[in-house]
Every structure is written in C-alpha cells, then in structure tokens.
C-alpha cells in the first residue's frame, strides 16, 4: 500500500486541488490529509472521499512534526511507501507510482518540481551540499548531472515531495523537529545518505509546485528567523566550523542591508538577533511567541 501524507496548514483550496489530482491521476494510492492545528473545515469536507484519511493535530506542530505525525500515522496503517508532499502541488497521471517504482530497495526519490505558474521553468532538479561551509541548496540548472534511466543521484532531496520505503523511513528515522520548517529536508537527507540511503532525483516524473507564499510582505520576518537559526544548527550538524557560521549570518542576515530602508535595516537586525539568540541557548521548534507577535504587528501595519 502507497500513502501520500498531505500537511494542510491553513490552505483548503491548495490542499483540494492537490488531494484531487492525486485520486484523479492514482487508483491505487491512498491519501492521509494530516490538518496541522489550523481546524480550517478541510479534514471534514475531504473525510468522505473514497482512499482519503485524516488526521487532526491540536496545534501547529511545524513542517517537521506535522509530517512526522503523518508518516507515523502512514506506517502504523501498514503502508509499505510513504511519500510526504506539499500540498500547494498538483501530481500528473503516473508520478507517484513512478516514484513508488523507484524508492524500490535502499533509494529515496523526489520528482522533478517546475513552478506551478511557470510550469517550463525548474524549481527543483537536485540539491547540493556546499562544504566546508554547510549550506544546502537547489542545484543550479546548468550545473545539474545528465540523467540515465531517466534518474539523476543527487545529494540532497526536496521535502516538497520524497519517496521511501517503508523500511528507508524506519532506517533513517523522521524529520528533526528541531528544525519546525526549514533545513529539515536537507538535515533528513544527509543522515538518510550516512546510512547508505541512494538519493535518486526522477528526471521523468515532473510535478507542479505554487512555492509557499506564508512568508511573504511582512510575514517574511518569521521565514527569515527560521532560515537563519535553523542554518545554523544546519552547519553545526553536518560538521562545518565557526567561521562557516559567520560567513552565513554575514550573507543572510547582513547581506542586503545596503538597499534596505532604515525601519526594514532594524526589523531584519532584530530578527537576526532572534534568530542568532535562538541557537546560542539552543532555543529550537516554534518561533519565540513575542517575535510572532511582534511580526503580526509587522504585517498589521503593512495592510494599513
């Protein structure tokens, strides 16, 4: 049995679209629709459709937790492959058992991800791991290896979409929830590839991803707090030393400062210092309440 777990997160009308195409374009998958602590009505319209399961969290336990109740969920159901998949995508006829094909013994698989509003430009083809600096990222186009079999190995995987077996996600274990959201894919990956886990990218199974919009305007104050702390815990995990810490904060944190306005300078100082703060005392999961309090006000003033 193949499960798809779909994290809804406040996002009814992306999950629909995306727990339709999956029954529309699959006749053997089945979906679990895990509703992360938003009770936006969408666990109670989706419960009726034929291979659909849910399951309500109390809280927003992040993108880590929030999957990881998911994939638990999925093994105890007795899936033999679990694929975890945002659900701001749409799935083509085919993929996910294409997917399924591929994770086939010690192997974890994403698609190939091309924006949903630009579906002939990649947004995922491969991930690479910069060392000695500790940074992950989407491998550049040009630089991504040709594929054979229609696979390309890769050294990273994209937690918009990934593929295992039932044995892979019990070997490697979950996602940290250290993380909440942010790096965790990229944490999962490294730890999957130390145990002899192949990371496959499927060069012929392409998918259509929107790219979150949660932490955009105002609300970006939150999305770049995790960036940043969790790139430092990131770097510390896969072995980078300090100075590859400061050259990060000095690109992410301080880089386009220059162009920035006075009040948008010391709202991205004062979340640096969040962000920087967090690590150091190892304050890791949720955001610190007063900082989503204080970029709630952020974007408050912003729709004024």
């Known amino acids: 049995m193949h499960i798809v ?3 809804n997160w406040h996002g009814r009308d992306d999950t629909f679209a995306c727990v339709r195409s999956i029954l529309e374009a699959e006749a053997d998958v089945e979906v679990l629709v895990v509703d992360n602590g938003s009770f936006d009505g969408a666990l109670e319209e989706l419960a009726p459709e034929p291979r659909v399961r849910t399951l309500q ?11 990881n109740r998911g994939v638990e969920r999925a093994l105890a159901d007795g899936a033999r492959v679990v694929t975890i998949l945002n659900n701001d995508t749409v799935i083509p006829a ?10 086939a013994g010690r ?5 190939t991800v091309l924006y949903r509003d630009e579906p002939g430009r990649v947004w995922f083809g491969g991930g690479t791991l910069d060392m000695p600096d500790g940074y992950p990222h989407h491998t550049p186009d040009e630089a991504l290896a040709p594929c054979a079999d229609g696979i390309r190995t890769t050294e990273l995987l994209a937690g918009c979409c990934i593929t295992a077996s039932a044995e892979t996600w019990q070997d490697v274990g ?3 929830e250290r ?16 145990r002899g886990i192949r990371l496959l990218v499927a060069c012929d199974v392409r998918i259509l991803h929107a790219v979150s919009a949660s932490f955009r305007g105002a609300a970006a104050s939150l999305g770049s707090f995790y960036f940043l702390r969790n790139g430092l815990l990131f770097s510390k995990l896969v072995g ?8 990060f904060l000095r690109r992410f944190a301080l880089g386009g400062l220059r162009r920035a306005t006075w009040r948008q300078r010391r709202r991205a100082l004062l979340v640096a210092a969040w962000a920087t703060g967090a690590y150091a005392l190892r304050r890791f999961g949720e955001a610190p309440a007063p900082l989503q309090r204080t970029a709630a006000r952020w974007q408050r003033q912003a729709m004024v």
Request: charged share 25%; proline share 2%; glycine share 12%.
């Open 5 to 7: 777990v779909v994290l």
């Open 240 to 247: 980078a030393g300090s100075g590859a810490r400061v050259r």
């Open 174 to 176: 979950l996602f940290d």
């Open 179 to 194: 993380f909440f959201l942010n790096f965790e894919d990229s944490e999962w990956s490294v730890r999957a590839r130390g």
């Open 94 to 103: 085919g993929a996910l058992s294409r997917l399924a094909e591929l994770s």
């Open 57 to 67: 969290l109390d809280r927003n336990t992040g993108f880590s937790g929030g999957m």
């Open 107 to 111: 192997r974890a698989v994403s698609p």
